[in-house]
């Protein structure tokens, strides 16, 4: 039953999901309120072309975008309890769960990944919004610790996109149990003289800002993304007053030294792996412009003809634009 | 004068009639209560014992949060010589929310830190109900890198409701605070013993509770987040704390079934605040004893015990 449910299951939606995407869907940019193809977003990384917005992209998405030649081996999440609590609230969490691991085809809110940037062997995890919202489980917990030792196994770096609304509340205290447990693991990986790059994306907030993501080597953020521990709307009520525009936005932590760079999607490639070949005292690659490695692949690997990347994500690594007030939630 | 929860109504009427005879027979030279006296401090003494030998999840949240309740001060006060407080983060401010410091604990040095709720109004405003900034962590952290560098065994007593959502907190890093500390916590090459003596609030508490021992006052609660919270964002309905409470499983009993703390120190009947010299003498025998079991263990060992712990921490059986 559970291979059923947890496999075959997935497959068939994912099947199904592609099918039900329609040649014909327009996004809203959630910035502008710009109509955008659907498949020109796809190209483009799920970055609003002429806003620069940077949506959401789905964890599979966001590897092959960021590893060499878009390819990468997928490492299997350890398998440890599942609802330690028998929690229900509005519906009950097993239930929770199998719908998320259907509709994602993830077995929790975390995918790691061995793969190469710019000729680096690195390991990475991702953690996927649609999965209960990033949430932080046992599950996603001991995913991270497992990308961590399978990094210092093979003296590798280690890098982690985060996305996440917290801890997951429905497993209570073992959630917040988590926030130590990767720390420890972290501190593993730095003992081991091992680089670990955080890539900060939209939304990463409450405990999981509280511990990994938080304690990297290097910061950096994508453009508008909320990054925060309170909510905006505790907040607000705790002190009574409205919080200022651009509050626990990657360019506000920017300014207020929490994070190192703000880097435009398109950029991630070329900057993290420069700083991973420095950090592993290694040549440099031979292309370090993001758009050029990128075009490369694609003409390699696949099957439809890209467009180019053009000026506006040149411009983003260096633009300070005012940070986007909405976001999509 | 005591105050009284609500669902100790019954022991506060028997207390309450106790304390009226009692009025009486000074005033009335001819009354013999002596017996009847006896008999409802009995009676009394029962209920108080039957409604706390069965408090439910949300009862011991207000147990946990009783304004009565021994706090920091309390316990420093009774059970450790020659505390010396610091101040100060050394980088923006001082947070009084959390106090930290050296003493002595029966001629020991230790290092203690924890959060202090305040007792009356106006302590309550100094220290910000227990709710601290990053500066507070920050302090925290300081003074565990003193406590390692003279070799002394650290003892935290955690009692928050949560980290403070502030616009200055977050400004000035209430995350990377909050990891810092922890990371501090597990680094540490001396021992270190977490009590959480009223509210472990998520966040705010485990930034200082990530020892290689936890233990929990028995009606203390530990959580990721409020029942309150909790039931409104999961129930959509804050009104449901009460089942909250119940679901995510923040008692102590709970807590070390699931392996998240390694004991639990028992309070006197009616909680601790109805006999504060008893919980902090028996807290006094846990520290005694951690000191105890953890002395001569090098520090490398202490590293990897504590990290060995945590890194457990989830593996459960299905």
Known sequence: MNWINNIVRPKIRSFLNKREVADNLWVKCPQSGEMIFHRDLEANQWVVPNSGYHMKIKSSERLKNFLDNGEYEEIELPRLVQDPLKFRDLKRYSDR????????????????????????????????????AGSLSIAAGAAI???????????????IFTASGGARMQEGILSLMQLPKTTVAVKRLKRAGLPYIVVLTNPTTGGVTASYAMLGDVHIAEPGALIGFAGARVIEQTIREKLPEGFQRSEYLLEHGMVDMVVH???????????????????????????????????????????PEDKPADNNLANIQPPPVAHAE | MLSYLDFEKPVAELE?????????????????????????????DEALRDIYKKLTPMQKVQVARHPQRPHFSAYVKDLFSEFIPLSGDRQYGEDAAIQAGFARFKGTPIAVIGHEKGDDTQSRLKHNFGSARPEGYRKAVRIMDLADRFNIPV????????????????????????????????????????????????????????????????????????????????????????????????????????????????????????????????????????????????????????????????????
């Open chain 1, 97 to 132: 769960l199998k719908e998320h691991r259907n509709k994602t085809g993830l077995y929790d809110a975390i995918l790691l990944a061995k793969g190469n940037l710019l000729g680096q062997a690195v390991i990475v995890a991702v953690q996927d919004f649609d999965f209960i």
């Open chain 2, 16 to 44: 309450g009639k106790i304390a009226e005879l009692k009025n009486l027979s000074t005033e009335e030279e001819a009354v013999p209560t002596e017996e009847e006296l006896a008999r409802l401090q009995m009676k009394a």
């Open chain 2, 155 to 318: 003892i935290y007593l955690v009692d928050t409701a949560g980290a403070f959502p502030g616009l200055g907190a977050e400004e000035r890093g209430q995350a990377e605070a909050i990891a810092r500390s922890t990371e501090k916590c597990l680094d540490l090459g001396v021992p270190n013993l977490a009590i959480i003596i009223g509210e472990g609030g998520s966040g705010g508490a485990i930034a200082i509770a990530s020892a290689n021992r936890v233990l929990m006052l028995e009606h203390a609660i530990y959580s990721v987040i409020s029942p309150e919270a909790g039931a409104s964002i999961l129930f959509r309905d804050a009104g449901r704390a009460k089942d909250m409470a119940q679901a995510q499983k923040i008692t102590a009993k709970d807590l070390l079934e699931f392996k998240v703390i390694d004991g639990i120190i028992t309070e006197p009947v009616g909680g601790a605040h109805r006999n504060k010299e008893q919980i902090i003498n028996s807290v006094g025998k846990e520290i005694e004893k951690f000191l105890q079991d953890y002395k001569n263990i090098p520090p490398e060992e202490i590293r990897i015990m504590r990290e060995k712990k945590f890194l457990k921490m989830g593996e459960l059986e299905n």
């Open chain 1, 265 to 307: 999607r398109h950029k991630l490639r070329d900057v993290i792996g420069s700083l991973i070949l420095m950090f592993m005292n290694k040549p440099a690659a031979k292309k370090t412009d993001a758009n050029l490695s990128i075009e490369n692949e694609k003409s390699k690997s696949s099957e439809e003809e890209k467009k």
């Open chain 1, 145 to 159: 610790v497992r990308g961590i030792e399978t990094a210092i196994e093979n003296k590798l770096p280690f890098i």
